[in-house]
């Protein structure tokens, strides 16, 4: 079956400008995660979402960051008058449930911030 | 909180040489554990996992045995391949948690 994509693959901006980043989970995942993955940073933890709800934002960097998911299905990040210290790959995992099941990850999205 | 130590590359072996990488964590609850590869240019993909204590995940002639006693998850493949050149990285989940802790990540590189 299909596994999690993410749209674009490749992203360049320019700082000050916002960008949305979209992740397509795999069907029946109720569980979605965004991930950031930097040189300096490794693999952070940005959000979750079980179902349609975000319950814990606390790992988003700033309030430029936001994301939303509909219907429990598509989610986008979008991050906001960005910095080039946002520039990193931002990848999407999906899973059945949370709490210890395996999380199946996107190709990621490569974000450079000129 | 949670968290995971892993040892520390870059990683050069031969082909056909025994690789391990060392992972060790620290939870509060009973956490499940995985490794997942990175391939040049390609995205994290699961390895194996184990989800309690004295659980042997395997895959593609990697293992690491999920140690509770010593809070260590060690990933071991007894002769490496070009092929296995990636980044690894040791990671949790708690069950009562969401998000997956990750280690800093292994980089193997495996010459012919």
């Known amino acids: 079956g299909a596994g999690v994509s993410q749209s674009p693959s490749n992203k360049v901006t320019e700082k000050g400008k916002d960008v949305e980043l979209r992740c397509d989970p795999i069907?029946?995942?109720?569980?979605l995660y965004w991930y950031r993955q930097s040189l300096g940073q490794g693999l952070e933890f940005l959000i979750y979402?079980?179902?349609?709800?975000?319950?814990?934002k606390s790992g988003l960097p700033s309030d430029r960051f936001s994301a939303e998911r509909t219907g429990g299905s598509v989610s986008t990040l979008t991050i906001q008058r960005t910095q080039q210290e946002d520039s990193a790959v931002y990848l999407c995992a999906s899973s059945l449930a949370f709490g210890g099941e395996t999380q199946y990850f996107g190709p990621g999205t490569r974000l450079l911030v000129l | 909180g949670d968290s995971v130590t892993q040892m520390e590359g870059p990683v050069t072996l031969s082909e056909e040489a025994f690789l391990t990488i060392n992972c060790t964590y620290t939870a509060t609850g009973y956490p499940s554990l995985f490794w997942y590869v990175q391939y040049p240019g390609e995205g994290l993909q699961l390895l194996l996992k184990a989800t309690k204590a004295d659980d042997k995940g395997s895959n593609k002639g990697f293992e690491a045995t999920y140690r509770k006693e010593t809070t260590s998850f060690h990933l071991e493949k007894g002769s490496v391949q070009v092929s296995d050149s990636a980044v690894y990285f040791c990671a949790l989940s708690d069950r009562y948690d969401y998000k997956l802790s990750f280690g800093a990540g292994t980089t193997v590189t495996v010459r012919a």
């Open positions: 069907s029946g995942h109720t569980a």
């Open positions: 979402f079980q179902g349609n709800s975000a319950p814990d």
